[in-house]
């Protein structure tokens, strides 16, 4: 099946450095999706791209779709405390299913 | 807005026994989703509905599972028996109709324990 590689599965910087994390796979996907999850909590959607090539900003985050439409980014700028917690992607190509990346576990030392 | 609702948030149970998790969708979604997560396996569909009928069940474990969807508005996953090894998060998501068609909003979660 589809399989998405996100890397980096864990970073750990100080309050105000720049973030940057991305996925890549094998598949073309039509739309990629950025999610945030706090512990015990339900992932929260962030970012939704929805052509090749596009950007969009969410606040302090941005995305990119891939021109190849096989990989996606996302960059967190001026991290602060409250940005700590699991980043997903997920991309989906046709019907309904999404598939998730691995997670990259996100740490932000004040 | 209220977001998607699960219930309970936090079961404990032993082998054996069942266990019926339950989910209210986004009011106007059409769609609904039912995922179990864990740190061996990540977030993994399970089933989606729309329009209250079962599109994919491909992701569903075994048939110790099962999932209805009696209306729009409410959705319950039901394991029996239940085993130690379907502990895990079990999320709902639903989604809308429209531009964001891709967009899935999540529920907080039911979290199983069995003993």
């Known amino acids: 099946g589809q399989q998405l590689n996100q890397s980096p599965q864990s970073m750990f910087i100080q309050e105000g450095e720049d973030v940057s994390m991305n996925c890549t796979s094998s598949?073309?996907?039509?739309?990629w999706l950025w999610y945030k999850q706090d512990p015990g909590e339900g992932p929260v959607l962030l970012i939704a791209?929805?052509?090749?090539?596009e950007l969009t900003s969410n606040g302090r985050l941005t995305a990119q779709f891939g021109i190849t439409r096989k990989d996606s980014f996302l960059n967190i700028s001026a991290s602060i405390p409250s940005d700590v917690g699991i980043y997903f992607c997920a991309g989906q190509t046709s019907g309904s299913r999404l598939t998730f990346g691995e997670g990259t576990q996100l740490t932000v030392n004040p | 807005d209220a977001g998607v609702i699960q219930s309970p948030r936090h079961e404990v149970t032993e082998m054996g026994q069942e266990v019926t998790l339950r989910c209210k969708p986004i009011?106007?979604?059409?769609?609904l989703f039912w995922y179990r997560q864990t740190m061996m396996r990540g977030l993994e569909l399970l089933i989606y509905?729309?329009?209250?009928?079962?599109?994919?069940d491909s992701g569903m474990p075994e048939d110790r599972f099962s999932a209805k969807m009696p209306n729009a508005s409410f959705s319950t996953l039901k394991i029996q028996p239940s085993e130690p090894r379907d502990s895990a998060v079990y999320f709902c998501?639903?989604?809308?109709?429209?531009?964001?068609?891709?967009?899935?909003?999540f529920g907080p979660g039911t979290r199983l324990t069995v003993l």
């Open positions: 009011s106007g979604h059409d769609y």
């Open positions: 598949s073309i996907f039509n739309t």
């Open positions: 791209l929805y052509k090749a090539g």
């Open positions: 509905f729309n329009n209250n009928v079962p599109i994919d």
């Open positions: 998501a639903s989604r809308g109709r429209g531009l964001a068609l891709n967009e899935q909003f």
